[in-house]
Structures are given as C-alpha cells and as structure tokens.
C-alpha cells in the first residue's frame, strides 16, 4: 500500500463552479471572487475580506498595510514555516524570535511576553502552529507599541474560547495551498474589521489601484498578488462544505490518537482545552527517553534541563547532538517512506535556515526548544478522505519501523 501525506478533496461540486468560470470566459476579477470573499467575511464575521494568491502574499500585504518599515521589529516563532517571518525581509525588516512551548508547540507565552515588555514598537506575528490556536488572553503587551497580526494559514476554522482564528490581531489571515483543510490551488485571504487595512490591502494587491479600481489609475506601489477568478470559485465551494471537511479531519484525528493510544515511543500532539483545532496536519514526535536508548545523549538533554539559550560553553555538545537525533529521525523517515507512507520533518527552524543564520548570525543552541522538537517531528499522512484502513497501515508501518530502530 502507498499512503500520500496529503491530498485535496475536490468533488464535483466544486468542479461544477470552476467549469462556469470556464465557459464563461472571465477569467480575473469576476463574481466568484468577490462570492469567495463574501462567504469567508460572513464565516468570520468580520467587515472586510480580500483573496490573494498565497498565504505569503497576505501576510506581506498586511504588514503593509499597517506601516511596516525599513528597521522595524517583527517577533515571531522559529518553528513555522518560513514565510511567516520572509515577509519583514521584504520590506528590510528586523526579524526577532522567541521559543515554542515544547508541548503544543505554540510561541512560548511566557517568553513572549518578557520580549514583548521591553519593545517600545513591534510587530508580532501571532503563528496559529498546525492548526491550533496561540493562548491569546495570556499574551501581555501595550497596544500602542505592539501591532499584532495573525498567521492563521494552517488553522481555517479553528476556534480559541469560542472565537473563530485569523480574528485575534489588527489583521489575519488564511492560506488554500492544496495539503490545506480547504484549497484553492494557491491562494490565501486578508480578513480584518479595519477599513484602512481594507484599502491598503485590496489596493496594493491590485498593482496599487485606487478605491474605485479604475484602469490604468495607480495611487501607491502595489503588486500582482490577485486571485484568478478559477481559483476564487474553487474556494466558494470549497468553503461551502468547510464544516463537513473539518468534521471528517477531525474524526481522522481521534483515529490515530486511538491507534497511537498504547504507543509510548511516540508523543501525540498536545490540544489545549480552550482550543477546538482545526486539523492541517498530523505531527508525532519520537520520544527522546526512547531515542535516547540508541544513541548516547547527555542527561540534560535528555529531560530539557537547560536554559533558554545553550550556554556558550555547551554550544558544541549541543549541535553535535542535535545532529545526531536529527539523523536518527531521518533514518526513521526514510525506513518508513520504503513502506509506502509518505512523511516528512516538520519543521526545520527557520533561524536555522542557512541565510537567516548569514544576515542575522543565528547559531544551534539559540533556541533550543524549537531545535530538539524540530529534530523529533513528523507529520505523517493526514488528508480528508484519508480511509481508517490507510490509517491502520500507517500505524502498523511505524511500529515495524520502531521494531527496527530497535534492533
């Protein structure tokens, strides 16, 4: 059997909208697009809504929208995926991080707020990590020095003490990439209460028209960050049967926390109880005491006894450890992979990546919660229509691949 890790679920309901776009020969900014953003507006209950092409293209929009500058300050996770933190480069901005919780893998809140209370301007981009919400009302900071937005790309629908996602900062936003709950091909959505955001946003994705989009008439720099009109009416009626879709995912979920019940080498992902996720993706984590059994890690590793950053003199041991368990968590991929189950390593950090470490001199051992989950996690195989019998082979193909490691 050969398990994919994601895969779309598009019916013919969808395909039935897509074809009326076809045959109706408008192609860019017809009426799916603006039933698209209707439907999103009235899901969220928010004032304005503006469909894009990528979830990177509305959070660049965002920042913006809201005066980001040369030499501003953007506070983020280290483990997300990189656009989260891309789009303050873009606009030559200063890129700070601060460490995850090593349970939810969410930004660290108590972190967080010691950076947050020392800024006299920022921004923080608030990531919603694998479809689960950040613990909002914890987070301590001064309105007039802190501008939040929300990077809630992977977590459509998901709910944060009643509240849906994408609603907590001045802005948020949604990402349709096909291994999405929902997808349009590529695409994402600005949402906002905010009316100057709006016009910012629907202006410079626009290539910087003005209010009334008239051709040809240009009021600021913008882009070509819209939607096609295809993509549009694929998300109408995707975002149509949106509660179906999560539903499913959701029951897919509570499979594999079944099957995994009994399995203590693995560490099943944390939900929060003032959370209802909305499943992107679903991440295990190898427990370290049993990887621990097979290779040989120091104690403080072992039970994440250190500080939140590697001391100076523990750097070296620090990465050649880290090595070490990142090659172990390859070698269970790949031994899995031959089975037929597609996975892979989710995430590797961001301020890792080998520019981040050049323009901002990053090294291992500076946030050290992120780079040991990092070296353990896999998302493995989790799409709608995912069958209980794929389930089960996957299950069953990881505990051959755990027997394995162990010989």
């Not at 501003?72 to 901005?93: C, H, M, Q, R, W």
């Not at 994402?188 to 955001?197: L, R």
């Amino acid at each position: 059997m050969k398990v994919p890790l994601s895969s779309p679920d598009i019916t013919d309901f969808e395909i039935n909208f897509v074809n009326d776009v076809l045959k109706s020969n408008q192609l860019a900014l017809g009426p799916y697009l603006n039933m698209f953003e209707e439907k999103i507006k009235k899901y969220f209950g928010v004032k304005y809504a503006i469909a894009v092409n990528s979830g990177t293209s509305a959070l660049h929009l965002i920042l913006k929208a809201m005066e980001f500058k040369r030499g501003d300050k953007l506070i983020t996770t280290p483990f997300t995926f990189i656009s989260s933190s891309n789009v303050a480069l873009y606009e030559d901005g200063i890129v700070e991080f601060v460490d995850i919780d090593k349970d939810d893998y969410n930004i660290s809140i108590p972190l967080l707020n010691k950076k947050l209370k020392d800024l006299d301007r920022a921004f923080f981009m608030g990531v919603d990590i694998f479809g689960q919400s950040l613990d909002w009302d914890s987070i301590d900071y001064d309105k007039n020095k802190i501008f939040i937005i929300e990077d809630s790309c992977e977590a459509i629908g998901a709910e944060y003490k009643g509240k849906k996602v994408g609603t907590f900062g001045k802005a948020g936003t949604f990402a349709f990439y096909p291994n999405k709950q929902i997808t349009t091909g590529e695409g994402g959505i600005v949402i906002t209460d905010c009316e100057d955001i709006y016009k910012k946003c629907k202006s410079m994705s626009n290539q910087g028209r003005g209010d009334d989009m008239q051709w040809l008439e240009h009021v600021r720099i913008g882009f070509n960050y819209r939607m096609d009109e295809m993509s549009a009416a694929l998300g109408y009626g995707q975002m149509i049967r949106l509660d179906e879709i999560l539903k499913k995912r959701s029951l897919i979920a509570e499979n594999y926390y079944d099957l995994f019940s009994e399995e203590k080498r693995i560490v099943l992902p944390k939900i929060n109880n003032f959370n209802i996720p909305s499943w992107f993706v679903f991440v295990i984590r190898l427990d370290l005491n049993w990887v621990s059994n097979f290779l040989d890690l120091p104690e403080w590793i072992i039970n994440f006894d250190f500080s939140e950053r590697i001391e100076s003199d523990k750097r070296d041991v620090w990465s050649k450890n880290i090595f070490k368990v990142q090659n172990f968590l390859n070698d269970f991929i790949n031994k899995l992979i031959l089975k037929g189950v597609q996975c892979k390593n989710y995430f590797k950090p961001v301020h890792t990546q080998k520019f981040y470490r050049e323009k901002f001199g990053f090294e291992y051992g500076d946030f050290p919660i992120t780079e040991l989950i990092s070296s353990l996690t896999i998302a493995i195989p989790f799409f709608t229509n995912l069958t209980f019998e794929e389930q089960v082979y996957v299950f069953e193909s990881i505990k051959e691949v755990l027997g394995e490691m162990e010989v």
